[in-house]
């Protein structure tokens, strides 16, 4: 979390990097459907990529919810109408997470699967940027000293 000159990485800067990869992720889970109705084969790792991805955006979100927005609201109350809101996305997000957990439960059909995923793509997609245009300025000047010693939940990646 620090540079090699020993600056502190700003917490915005980090939120747009998990973004980043939460984007990625999703955009690969689309490719391997469209794959298959495409005609290729499904990939038999579609259920463990999916619920991988599932997990990792819950974490962050529960992140933010449990400790981000807290933060931020405690620094910067004028932003609490934009973390209400950034909540209710959440839980938009979060139940269409579940449907397409139950998707993947029964036998797949790629095709609502394909539908699932573009409603959450839709969802997550207009969620992030409205985030990242509302509260990175705030994350980066947010100092929060316990967040120094170990990257909380919602700045984790799959990769870190």
């Known amino acids: 979390m620090e540079t090699p000159d020993g600056r502190l990485v700003a917490f915005g800067n980090q939120l747009i990097d998990v973004h980043l990869w939460l984007r990625e ?4 889970l689309r490719e391997d459907v469209e794959a298959h109705l495409a005609g290729g084969a499904l990939p038999r790792d579609l259920r463990t990529h999916c619920l991988t991805f599932c997990s990792a955006l819950e974490r962050h979100h529960t ?15 004028e932003l609490r109408p934009v973390l209400e809101e950034l909540r209710r996305d959440h839980r938009l997000v979060e139940d269409s997470l579940r449907r397409l957990q139950l998707l993947l439960a029964e036998a797949v059909d790629p095709v609502r699967v394909r539908g699932e995923l573009d409603t959450l793509a839709a969802l ?3 969620h992030l940027v409205y985030e990242e245009k509302r509260i990175v300025a ?17 700045l984790r990646s799959g990769e870190t």
Not at 68 to 77: D, H, I, K, N, V
Not at 143 to 152: G, I, L, M, V, Y
């Open 138 to 154: 705030a994350l980066n000047a947010l100092d929060a000293p316990e967040w120094h010693r170990a990257r909380p939940a919602f």
């Open 63 to 77: 992140g933010e919810d449990g400790g981000a927005f807290p933060a931020l609201a405690r620094s910067f109350p």
């Open 124 to 126: 997550l997609e207009t």
């Open 25 to 28: 992720q999703l955009a690969a």
